[in-house]
């Protein structure tokens, strides 16, 4: 198959360099977040003794009276704000100075508004948690694993799907999505993204670049399938439920450091390469689906077999980790074992 082309070592190196370059800017952001948030300062009190504060999500809370002790903490917190702030500067200027060069090798391959939302999302703790990202744009998350990139053709899309876990905890949700819940996260990194109708499970911008919301259909229909939304508002979106999404819910999940079309690197999760190209194969087979569909289901899911063949062979689909996958859809492994002229001459069956 010809659907993918191998890196170069000079596009290998540079995408090894960016990630850690990212790796080390994303914890130091991380640190200078939790670390150092807010601020520190002292106050009088009405017995005009000092007081030390701190200011954390809007609230200030006293740290204690002027002493050796809190004159220490405050020296501690600005010195300490000071250096990390400094050091994720000087990692952001990095990754400012790699994204032409990265442009300039052709290894920027996320369309820009896609990496936007997921970086949004991921910022509020949701990817991997709350929400997989399904569809085309997992293919960049296996290219990236398989050393290679796929051909433009089996990646040109102009939408992202969002697999909603109705499982994740409504508590963490509640304290992370504003009270417009995903709607208002889509309009601030796009203001004319809106629903296409009042609880619609899409999202459309001006531009016509299309973001769905899915989730899996309830094991028990008449006991219904939990949340479908991350908010009450009447705008949000509204998970529409689709038969064969529990499989890719339930299947181990891969990520990957990933780069968008203007040079910048992302992280986002998504289903086990092996459960993707299963259930993208199965999609082939519906009768009920879209005929031009159908035709690059089947395509998507050869191309992502062939990468779990040649460049990913410690992922088996015969592995226990699938088991929550129905046996008859992992029987569909066997039609991805064809020959090719790489298995002639080989001394043993094809088993």
């Not at 790699?98 to 999302?121: D, F, Y």
């Not at 040109?156 to 963490?172: E, G, I, K, N, Y």
């Not at 088996?316 to 002639?344: T, Y």
């Amino acid at each position: 198959m010809n659907n993918f082309n191998e890196l170069s070592p000079d596009q290998i190196r540079q995408l090894v360099n960016t990630e850690q370059v990212y790796e080390s800017y994303e914890a130091s952001s991380k640190e200078y977040e939790q670390r150092f948030s807010g601020s520190m300062s002292w106050k009088t009190s009405t017995n005009g003794k000092e007081y030390l504060y701190k200011k954390s999500g809007g609230i200030w809370k006293s740290l204690g009276p002027r002493s050796t002790e809190t004159e220490t903490t405050f020296g501690q917190f600005h010195a300490g704000r000071e250096n990390s702030k400094e050091r994720v500067g000087s990692l952001a200027q990095r990754l400012d100075e790699l994204a032409p060069v990265n442009r300039a090798m052709s290894l920027g391959r996320v369309p820009q508004l896609t990496a936007r939302i997921i970086r949004a999302l991921d910022k509020l703790g949701l990817i991997g948690t709350a929400i997989d990202i399904v569809g085309t744009n997992a293919l960049f998350v296996y290219e990236r694993l398989a050393g290679v990139h796929v051909t433009s053709g089996l990646l040109s899309t102009q939408d992202v799907d969002l697999l909603m876990d109705s499982r994740f905890s409504l508590r963490l949700i509640g304290r992370t999505f504003s009270q417009k819940g995903l709607i208002g996260i889509l309009q601030k990194v796009d203001h004319s993204f809106a629903p296409l109708a009042k609880n619609s499970y899409r999202a459309a911008n001006r531009d016509g670049f299309l973001v769905d919301l899915i989730k899996p259909t309830p094991k028990n229909i008449m006991s219904g399938g939990g949340r479908s939304g991350f908010s009450s508002d009447d705008e949000d979106l509204r998970a529409v439920e689709i038969e064969g999404l529990a499989w890719l819910v339930n299947s181990p999940k891969v990520s990957a450091v990933v780069i968008d079309q203007r040079g910048y690197p992302l992280t986002f999760s998504c289903p086990d390469p092996r459960a993707f190209a299963l259930h993208k194969l199965w999609l082939s087979r519906r009768a009920d689906r879209d005929a031009a569909k159908r035709s690059r289901d089947g395509m998507q899911a050869r191309v992502v077999a062939e990468l779990i063949r040649t460049r990913l062979p410690h992922l088996h689909f015969g592995s226990e980790d699938l088991r929550a996958m129905p046996a008859a859809l992992r029987r569909l492994a066997e039609e991805f074992n064809v020959s090719d002229s790489a298995d002639e001459g080989r001394l043993t069956p094809n088993w």
